[in-house]
């Protein structure tokens, strides 16, 4: 249903580029890439790869990135599986079943490990990163890019609203910004940066939940699932920067 009615970017928030800015998943994507410091020749984890949405705009944009994309779906990596051989990119992009919380990799296999709105989902943030912090080589970089719950907005409503928000996405529990950043310290990486993404966009992503039916408008299929009050949730997005020593 995401693929149909959204694309193989499972991403609520883009990044708007060009001039008018525009919501475009591609060229999101590839922003964000940038913003990860990834570089060609890099060895990628992409940690909650979704359909592969993103490694293959990654792999097809930095022609000697290497990616190991992993999600906890079986029915994503059948998916990802046939849109990653279908773009030619089976010698540079795989696609596995795995928890992030426990990869399947030896230590010390990537430059750069990737969260594009999958900690959300972490039923142990700590291990998250620390698996992360393992499987990064020294001097390698983690980046997060999520939604968070706004610290801002306090209180019992808040609770309320947020815990409707995880269960309308599934999430085990959105967590903040700080909250995240004090787990990957205490993962042990270095140099860490984190800010609010104000500048995101969602308009695309909340347009796909509406079809015009004629001149009536009316909810699509991702809208019939989908749109609810819980959408305002006390939420922001952000990013987190930080590296293994
Ligand atoms: C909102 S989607 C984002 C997908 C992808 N990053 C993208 O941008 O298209 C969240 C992803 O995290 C994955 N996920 C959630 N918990 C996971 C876990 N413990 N281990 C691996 N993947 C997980 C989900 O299966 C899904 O692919």
Redesign the pocket.
């Known amino acids: 249903m995401f693929l149909r009615g959204f694309g193989?970017?499972?991403?609520a928030g883009l990044v708007r580029v060009g001039d008018p800015p525009r919501e475009e998943p591609e060229r999101s994507?590839i922003a964000l890439a940038q913003r990860a410091g990834v570089e060609d020749g890099h060895r990628i984890l992409?940690?909650?790869?979704?359909?592969a949405?993103?490694a293959v705009i990654i792999a097809r944009h930095f022609p000697a990135v290497v990616i190991d994309a992993?999600?906890?779906?079986a029915r994503?990596v059948a998916i990802g599986g046939e849109r990653i051989r279908a773009a030619g990119l089976s010698d540079r992009v795989r696609i596995h079943l795995?928890?992030?919380?426990r990869l399947p990799f030896r230590s010390e296999a990537f430059d750069r490990v990737l969260?594009?709105?999958?900690t959300g989902?972490?039923?142990d943030l700590d291990l998250t990163y620390q698996e992360a912090y393992r499987v990064l080589a020294p001097g390698g970089g983690l980046y997060v890019k999520d939604v968070f719950r706004d610290p801002e907005v306090g209180g019992e409503l808040a609770t309320e609203r947020i815990e409707a928000f995880d269960r309308l996405w599934g999430c085990v529990r959105t967590k903040t910004l700080s909250e995240s950043v004090a787990a990957i310290l205490r993962a042990g990486f270095k140099k860490t940066s984190a800010s609010p993404m104000p500048e995101l966009g969602t308009a695309s992503f909340a347009g796909s939940m509406f079809l015009l039916d004629g001149h009536a408008l009316g909810r699509s299929e991702f809208g019939d699932a989908f749109l609810s009050a819980a959408l305002g949730g006390p939420i922001e997005f952000g990013e987190i920067r930080a590296v293994k020593p």
């Open positions: 193989p970017v499972f991403q994507v992409d940690a909650g790869c979704g359909v949405g993103p992993v999600t906890n779906s994503q795995a928890d992030y919380q969260f594009f709105e999958s989902y972490a039923t």
